[in-house]
């Protein structure tokens, strides 16, 4: 069996004016084809416990400590080619540092812009739970996997909307491997952001199959939360009441009107990325379109200044609807400050200008009841004047006297 030599024996040995720094500073770029934080490939050359001797490029003498071995270091043999991480281009003793596992992580990231930018599903095993999710490895490479991008299996329901218990259910996930895309990369950053969702949830998407838009169905308050209700509507589904959708009428707190346990009728008013939005306000008339029903773009109504701003007046137009008058509507000049115009609980007319059902939106005109006002003001007729007959200023001639004829006798 042929000696292997020792390491001692395998180090070139270089003259002190040949190191690194000097080859660099004669020859440049032209010379030493690499740079800090590029992988290169570089030829084994010998192999110990506690380090790897490679040649770079054929120009430069290259070590890999222990420290920055990968999978398999052990198994390299002088000849074979790995590709390696430059970590700095001169020690102490003039030779290249390169890691074998810095090209390994660097080899993942490129692999991961791949999948990231083909939107290519991959495997993530789940390391951590935190408030907002869990954190997921590919490869030694951390991304976060939000609450919100979990499939429907592994989302934690929680009764109340309860931390502990949502914390809970998420720490149970740890260990597992999830089917996940990448959503968002950034290298620079080491910022990667995972959805198990949009690697498809096909169990929720039957689901989510049989249900359509705009059908009303029975449904159970499974939890209570700040901003809206979730309720189960059947075949695991589950669906969120938004806090607006609940009431055409303002409220402040859900829980002084539901419970979980609760069972109600609710509308199906959008299904989007696996999500059920869910209405109860729906299910009953409008008030405000009600209260519109008689108003027309053009119409002159009364109503109550309640409330003025730098951008115009809020009015009072009936029990439920309020229209806006907005500053450059208040008066024929500009307005500076609305309250030289108007004050609250002031009575006035206005001209309806638009009505925006959707938005529950009425947009009202002061300034167009003034010009109307300018308009209507007409002079007043004159009295008639009493003619009186003037006398002619010549006298009529008198008519010629008949001439007496006198008969012959």
């Known amino acids: 069996m042929p000696k292997t030599k020792s ?5 070139p040995t270089l003259d002190a004016a040949q190191t690194m720094e000097a080859l660099v500073e004669e020859a440049g770029d032209s010379l030493i084809p690499f740079h800090t934080g590029e992988v290169v490939n570089a030829l084994v050359t010998a192999v110990t416990k506690g380090s790897v001797w490679v040649d770079v490029a054929g120009v430069s003498i290259g070590i890999i400590p222990e420290r920055e071995f990968s999978f398999g270091t052990l198994d390299l043999k002088p000849g074979d080619t790995v590709s390696a991480y430059v970590l700095s281009l001169e020690d102490k003793e003039g030779h290249v540092v390169l890691s074998l596992r810095r090209a390994d992580r660097e080899r993942l990231w490129i692999t991961l812009k791949d999948k990231f930018e083909n939107a290519e599903v991959v495997q993530a ?10 954190m997921a490895e590919i490869g030694g490479v951390v991304g976060f996997l939000p609450i919100s991008q979990l499939a429907s299996n592994h989302y934690p329901r929680s009764v109340q909307g309860n931390r502990d218990e949502i914390s809970t259910k998420l720490s149970e996930l740890v260990g597992e491997t999830f089917n ?14 995972f959805s198990e969702r949009a690697a498809g949830d096909a169990a929720a998407e039957e689901r989510l199959s049989k249900i359509e838009v705009g059908s009303i169905v029975k449904g159970k ?5 700040d901003f809206g209700l979730f309720v189960h509507i059947g075949d695991d589904v589950e669906g969120l009441v938004h806090i607006s959708e609940v009431s055409w009428d ?14 109600i009728d609710v509308q199906v008013v959008g299904i989007s990325d696996g999500k059920v ?3 109860i306000k729906r299910l009953s008339t409008d008030p405000w379109v ?9 119409d002159v109504i009364d109503g109550t200044i309640t409330r003025i701003t730098p951008f115009g007046a809020f009015v009072k137009l009936n029990d439920v609807v309020d229209g ?9 000049e500009r307005v500076e400050d609305p309250n030289t115009i108007v004050s609250i609980g002031e009575k006035k007319q206005f001209k309806v200008m638009s009505i925006d059902q959707q938005a529950h939106r009425i947009s009202l005109s002061l300034k167009a009841m003034k010009a109307k006002a300018k308009d209507a003001v007409v002079e007043k007729p004159s009295e008639p004047k009493t003619v009186v007959a003037e006398e002619p200023k010549t006298k009529p001639k008198k008519a010629p006297k008949k001439a007496t004829v006198k008969k012959a006798t």
Not at 180 to 193: G, Q, S
Not at 250 to 256: A, K, P
């Open 324 to 332: 806006l008058v907005h500053v450059s509507e208040l008066a024929m």
């Open 290 to 298: 009600a209260g519109v029903s008689q108003m027309h773009v053009g």
């Open 221 to 225: 308050i499974t939890g209570i939360v």
């Open 180 to 193: 996940v895309k990448i959503i968002n990369f950034d290298k620079t950053t080491n910022k990667l952001i």
């Open 250 to 263: 303002r409220v402040n707190d859900l829980r002084t009107l539901y419970s979980v346990g609760d069972q």
């Open 125 to 134: 095993k789940v390391v951590e739970a935190n408030k907002g999710g869990l």
């Open 7 to 11: 390491v001692d024996e395998t180090k």
């Open 277 to 279: 939005s869910l209405s």
